[in-house]
């Protein structure tokens, strides 16, 4: 079964990885227009929020 990663940057995206491999960035701040890709618009919106624990499906 794959191995599925997901880590909550601290003010920034969430990143999935898939068998240790970059996945991609999911928008967490609500701003990205791109959704749910993450296209930066956190830093310009000055989201602010910690980095949350690993979340691993597998």
Do not use: W, Y
């Amino acid at each position: 079964m794959p191995r599925v990663v997901i880590r909550s940057m601290p003010n920034g995206p969430n990143v999935v990885f898939l068998d240790g491999k970059f996945v991609t960035e999911l928008c967490r701040c609500g701003h990205s227009q791109q959704k749910p890709d993450c296209d930066g618009s956190h830093r310009k919106a000055g989201f602010v929020a910690p980095a949350a624990e690993t979340i691993v499906l597998e």
